[in-house]
């Protein structure tokens, strides 16, 4: 296990997993994720949240490393997803005598995961209540949806540590040395990113407390330049646009689309954008795209027409940009057709389902392949994309 220090009286007891080939079943993790694991020592001992079970064995050891003979008195289940809740019978048969801490939401979940009885063994706390160990006394926060509607976090006031459950998670396991905000922010966007008002809901209530220090459940733990992890899930919570920018989105068949979507991007570079972003839907990582369309304060979609609609990765794109809550943005659109080009007029429909949502009145056609005509109107909508 990478040594990685927190205080002296609180311990890492995670796990890096780097064999995971796609986080919940559809994330690309080029660099793995962390299960992120802790245990306080005090007069008594509580273990905050377990891991996934594919690390199940390696964080038993770690626990035991830690405990050094000692029992543990409490596991706090601050989220019931089973990458971090797996190991929560097995740490409750292997200590008889502890009890598991959650709120009113969390043993139901426990109940269907599992054939365990904790009916004398549970502690049901709500928010503001507080949990002594000794020197420690953790205090329990409610988040309800940030991003199951049984998560709580836990501040433990004497070393101002925030155990902030999902928030502030990355991707990346802790031995990857890469910047924070990008795999932070396409997490985020994924994962959390419909629940943006709980996610407001909880800032506000963070605001009361002086934290030092953020222990997420995934990811490294944030102990310098605090203001600038909350001020990005500020923005990212409040749907605000991160950049000025331009994401170019494409859906190709043949690579004429492919072909035009290049070409606006070199007119909007040309036009003096600041940022163009270009990516292509059939192949490119799907969850970066739409951490780009959060990201970017503006977007153009591009399209062929396929069986009279869209082809099916630019449906796929506009809905889980809906599902996401996609809105404050402006988009442009342009379509490619043979004969019947309708690709432009279904994602209108899309983005018309969608708040806030600024659609560009210019809109491309491409009649099969980009002509000399075509370039005008992409000079056109340039022009109209950039001047809003």
């Not at 949806?145 to 836990?154: A, K, L, R």
Request: charged residues 25%; contains cysteine; negative net charge.
């Amino acid at each position: 296990m990478k040594d990685i220090t927190i205080t002296d009286t609180i311990k890492y007891i995670g796990a890096d997993d780097k064999d995971i080939d796609l986080f919940e079943s559809q994330y690309v993790v080029p660099n793995g994720v962390s299960y992120n694991s802790y245990v306080i020592l005090d007069e008594k001992v509580a273990v905050m949240d377990t891991v996934d079970s594919r690390r199940g064995g390696e964080w038993m050891k770690n626990l035991d490393a830690a405990l050094a003979g000692r029992s543990v008195d409490y596991l706090v289940v601050s989220h019931m997803e089973p990458d971090h809740a797996a190991n929560v019978q097995a740490l409750a048969e292997k200590y008889p005598e502890m009890k598991v801490v959650g709120n009113a939401k969390t043993f139901p979940m426990i109940a269907q995961f599992f054939d365990i009885d904790l009916s004398q063994r549970s502690v049901v706390v709500a928010e503001g209540d507080t949990l002594n160990l000794g020197s420690h006394e953790l205090t329990f926060v409610m988040a309800p949806m940030v991003h199951w509607p049984e998560v709580m976090v836990s501040y433990e006031s004497s070393e101002k540590i925030l155990f902030s459950a999902d928030g502030f998670g990355k991707f990346g396991a802790l031995d990857t040395e890469e910047d924070w905000a990008c795999e932070a922010r396409r997490y985020y966007f994924n994962i959390v990113g419909k629940y943006g008002a709980q996610v407001q809901t909880l800032l506000k209530k963070a605001a009361g407390l002086d934290i030092q220090m953020i222990c997420p459940l995934h990811g490294p733990i944030l102990k310098e330049n605090l203001e600038y992890y909350i001020g990005k899930y500020q923005v990212w919570s409040s749907y605000e646009p991160e950049d000025e920018g331009i994401l170019v989105a494409y859906a190709s068949i043949h690579g004429n689309t492919r072909k035009a979507a290049v070409k606006l991007k070199e007119i909007l570079e040309e036009k003096g954008a600041k940022k163009v972003a270009i990516t292509d839907l059939s192949r490119d990582d799907m969850a970066e795209a739409i951490e780009d369309a959060f990201r970017y304060d503006k977007m153009v979609l591009a399209c062929a027409t396929y069986d009279g609609g869209l082809f099916p990765c630019m449906e796929d794109f506009l809905h889980h940009l809906k599902s996401k809550t996609y809105r404050k943005r402006t988009v442009a659109l342009m379509e490619n057709g043979s004969w019947a080009p309708t690709a432009a007029k279904a994602m209108r429909a899309m983005l018309e389902e969608m708040k806030d949502i600024t659609i560009c009145d210019k809109t491309v056609t491409i009649r099969s392949a980009m002509k000399e005509n075509t370039v005008a109107d992409m000079e056109a909508l340039a022009d109209a994309l950039l001047s809003q």
